[in-house]
């Protein structure tokens, strides 16, 4: 009996412990493998054997390091995700703030309504705003949505347009747990809706506010369905424009898969950099560390 009971945590973590490996270990471990080799080709590469592949170290890693296509993608989404952060989740932030308020009405229509954007899938989303992009079919005229220094904006529409109503539910989750009371004290100090929310609610509201930013920042640095489907629509977005867009291109276009693997490693390192970074800058303010 003792064996079987000291058994049954590692059999409920069997499932995890397999998709985790299958689906996340070796996956990682295999784009590090292809990151450190590469195809030499003997002669004209014709012929069995004219094709080998080769150890090469850390020669891939450091091409993609001073690789300038790669730099300039990352200053495009630099941008691009200062537009979608600040205002997709202010945005959020303030229609939480307003469907928890006292005085809402229909607030489960408008829940639903702020929402009902993010069930539409990414590819969808980008299509239909592509149309809408359009000259001669957008409801607005004399703008060119999609022209060079338009464009950037357009894209950071969907975003924020698809991405808005997940972050508010997450927040709005959260006001939704906390107490009462603390609105019925604050109340009976004589304070109103707007200083019950900047008093109260926003500082509660900072651990889901930073989790949603976390969320916000990675999700921000893997953009690749709004560039990919609006670049058919015009020739200013160019097949670099985000880093995972010229990993794509040279695992599927040029059929690089050694350089494709050596960028998705520097992406991949970038993320945790500024992920960790940001969890590092606030952790202090959020959770009263010194």
Known sequence: MPSKRGAAPYVFLAPAVTLFTLFLAVPIGYTVYLSLRRTKVKGLGLGKG???????????LKTAVTDPELWHGWERVVGYGALVLVVMLGFALLFALLLDSAHVRL?????????????????????????LYLPGMTPIGGIDFLSPTAVTYSMANIAVWGGTGFNMLVLYTNLRAIP?????????????????????????????????????????????????????????????????MKVYRDAFVTGDLYSAAATSLVIAAISLVLSFGFLRVVRGRAFGES
Not at 109 to 131: E, H, N, Q, T
Not at 211 to 217: A, G
Not at 222 to 237: K, M
């Open 180 to 244: 009462q009371e603390y609105y019925e004290a604050a109340r009976m100090d004589g304070a109103g809706e707007l200083e019950i929310a900047f008093r109260i609610k926003i500082p509660i509201l900072t651990p889901a506010i930073i989790l949603t930013t976390v969320f916000s920042i990675i999700a921000t640095i893997q953009v690749f369905t709004e560039p990919t489907t609006l670049r058919p629509f015009s020739n200013t977005i160019s097949s670099t424009w985000s880093p995972l």
């Open 107 to 131: 607030s489960r229509f408008s829940r639903i309504s702020i929402f009902l954007p993010y069930a539409v899938p990414g590819v969808v989303a980008s299509l239909l705003w592509g149309f």
């Open 50 to 60: 004219a094709k080998t592949e080769i150890f090469v170290g850390w020669d891939n």
